[in-house]
């Protein structure tokens, strides 16, 4: 791998070979494979990648949220400098709200059903400062508001299953977002909103990164969203980062075969949609069976050097990028032109 220039300032998060394998009846599946990418204070990284690319697998095991039974997680995830990945339970525990907020696609796996949600937004407000009762009500109200749910004042006593499932995932996001973490995961967190909500979230997200610095990881397939929120683009295939760069370059002078199919059907990012991830022919390789060389060979068009069917390509630099910050890709066969 080439040298990388010293970032100016120190990252919300560095993450240094992240490997992980889940035990399956089918054997070791290798879902995560030497991830390394670091988020800075305010700044936004949207990960990409077909599904069964590791995205979920890689952040659910920076939080210590996989079968421990089941999965082995190795490598170094520094948040602010202090390691997730060999952190106690309790630790972790402490860490995740006030330093982490969390949004998954599915908002009941984060919602408690018995409990309203003005509960479980002022529990999450009181665990992590010293807020009276009625302080952190009036903050839940408010964050609700801001998160775009109508009459707040009456949605605050609703439990979950009175709420639709967009206003379940907006009280999820106020909940993440409730004590301005260091970092925010955003998993799939605005695919099922409207694109007016999806717009006020991403608007509430911004201000929370200019006042308090949050970094911020969006897994997303939403190329409208990655244009519109991304700093970088790190992009997954087979549990490995195959490029990355400035969303400017991935997105617009992708050099890995891989990349540049995924956006083969770029629609016009202007457009307020912004369309979905392309598919590409052929079906991604199984975890419990990753091809030796480049993981994307099978079903590479271009294979154009001897060391694809064998040698796997380091990820190196292709390019400085036109904000100073290399552009990196993970290919025998580079294409077009890097800036
Ligand atoms: N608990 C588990 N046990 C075994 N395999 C798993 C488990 N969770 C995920 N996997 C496998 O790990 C691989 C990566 O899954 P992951 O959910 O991270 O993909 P993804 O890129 O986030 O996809 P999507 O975009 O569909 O969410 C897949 O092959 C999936 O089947």
Same mark, same amino acid.
């Given at each position: 791998?080439? @040298?990388?220039?010293?970032? $100016? /300032? &120190?990252?919300?998060? #560095? %993450?240094?070979?992240?490997?992980? +394998?889940?035990?399956?009846? *089918? ?107 009625? @302080?952190?009500?009036?903050? $839940? /109200? &408010?964050?609700?508001? #801001? %998160?775009?749910?109508?009459?707040? +004042?009456?949605?605050?006593? *609703? ?181």
């Amino acid at each position: 791998m080439s @040298a990388l220039p010293e970032p $100016a /300032v &120190e990252p919300v998060l #560095e %993450v240094e070979d992240l490997r992980v +394998d889940l035990r399956t009846p *089918r054997g070791t599946a290798h879902v995560v494979n030497g991830l390394s990418y670091t988020v800075g204070p305010g700044e936004t990284v949207a990960v990409v990648g077909e599904s069964g690319s590791g995205k979920s697998v890689s952040v659910l095991a920076l939080m210590g949220l996989l079968p421990a039974r089941t999965a082995t997680v190795t490598g170094r995830a520094l948040l602010r400098g202090e390691d997730l990945l060999t952190m106690s339970p309790d630790r972790l525990r402490q860490v995740r709200g006030p330093g982490v907020g969390m949004v998954f696609q599915d908002p009941m796996t984060s919602l408690n059903p018995v409990l309203t949600v003005g509960r479980q937004l002022t529990e999450g407000i009181r665990a992590h400062g010293a807020v009276s009762k009625a @302080a952190a009500r009036a903050r $839940a /109200v &408010e964050l609700l508001g #801001e %998160v775009g749910l109508p009459d707040p +004042d009456r949605a605050v006593d *609703r439990y979950p299953h009175e709420l639709s499932g967009g206003m379940r995932q907006r009280v999820v996001i106020a909940i993440a977002l409730a004590n301005s973490p260091s970092l925010l995961i955003a998993d799939e967190a605005t695919t099922a909103l409207d694109v007016t909500v999806q717009a006020q979230i991403l608007d509430l997200v911004e201000r929370l990164q200019a006042d308090h610095g949050t970094g911020v990881i969006w897994i997303t397939h939403d190329l409208g969203v990655v244009a519109g929120v991304a700093d970088r683009v790190l992009v997954m295939y087979g549990g490995r980062c195959v490029e990355d760069g400035t969303v400017d370059d991935v997105l617009e002078r992708p050099v890995h075969p891989y990349t540049r199919g995924l956006l083969g059907a770029l629609p016009d990012l202007a457009a307020d949609d912004g369309g979905d991830l392309a598919t590409i022919p052929g079906t991604p390789p199984a975890p419990t069976d990753l091809p030796a060389g480049c993981v994307f060979w099978p079903r590479c068009p271009v294979r154009g050097d001897a060391r694809c069917e064998t040698e796997q390509p380091p990820l190196a630099v292709v390019g400085s990028g036109r904000a100073g910050l290399p552009h990196r890709a993970a290919t025998w066969c580079a294409e077009g032109e890097a800036s």
